[in-house]
């Protein structure tokens, strides 16, 4: 069974630009959470997706925002790149059912901002 | 103050010890309580979940939570090199957001 897919693995953005990293949940899976992982902070949640619709928001600006679509597949977008935005952003999916018990993380995607 | 505190490590133990890796808490409203474990440059997984207080146990490894101490605790008895890792502790009120400690990083060595 296929796990969850983050793409791309690998991004170097200038500040001010804005970027789009992609994933796809386990076949099924209709919740799919968006955590941002820094070595100071550790993980933080952003938001999490249900059948399309965000149903929690973490404490991140506006640049920071997400979508899904009705295939579950969810993308999130960051505006006006900043340094401090360097991280490695990990989607996780689960049922949706029972939110936070059996979340299965993808790799992440690993951006740079320069 | 965050509301999950973890220290950081590095842990670094000699093949066959017991480890034991432990997480506070502020929030008494947590219910769910989670150890993850990390490789690098992988997301994480889970290893163990429990609810509300008690002990859970699974082969080598035993999750404890103790609510009236805001305290967690995960063991590995027999540690073995595959096991290096970054152990991250999670929480959560109910079907809310996971809340994370920031992972302690561990080595076993042959």
């Known amino acids: 069974k296929a796990g969850v897919t983050q793409t791309p693995r690998y991004l170097i953005k200038t500040r001010g630009q804005q970027v789009t990293l992609s994933c796809s949940p386990i076949s099924g899976h209709r919740s799919v959470s968006w955590y941002q992982q820094t070595p100071g902070q550790g993980l933080q949640f952003l938001f999490e997706?249900?059948?399309?619709?965000?149903?929690n928001k973490g404490n991140f600006p506006g640049r920071f925002s997400g979508r899904q679509f009705s295939n579950s597949r969810s993308e999130m977008n960051v505006s006006t790149l900043e340094l401090g935005d360097s991280a490695l952003y990990l989607c996780a999916s689960s049922l949706g059912g029972t939110q936070t018990i059996g979340y299965t993380f993808g790799s992440g995607t690993r951006l740079t901002v320069v | 103050q965050k509301e999950v505190e973890q220290d950081p490590g590095p842990l670094s133990v000699p093949e066959g010890a017991i480890v034991s890796l432990n997480c506070t808490y502020s929030n008494s409203a947590f219910q769910y309580f989670m150890w993850y474990r990390q490789y690098s440059r992988k997301g994480p997984e889970l290893l163990m979940y429990t609810y509300s207080s008690g002990n859970k146990e699974d082969g080598r490894f035993t999750a404890q939570v103790d609510k009236s101490s805001k305290y967690i605790s995960l063991f590995i008895r027999d540690s073995q090199p595959s096991d290096s890792a970054t152990y991250l502790c999670?929480?959560?009120?109910?079907?809310?957001?996971?809340?994370f400690g920031t992972g302690t990083r561990l080595q076993v060595f042959p």
């Open positions: 997706y249900f059948s399309e619709t965000q149903r």
């Open positions: 999670a929480m959560s009120r109910d079907t809310d957001k996971l809340i």
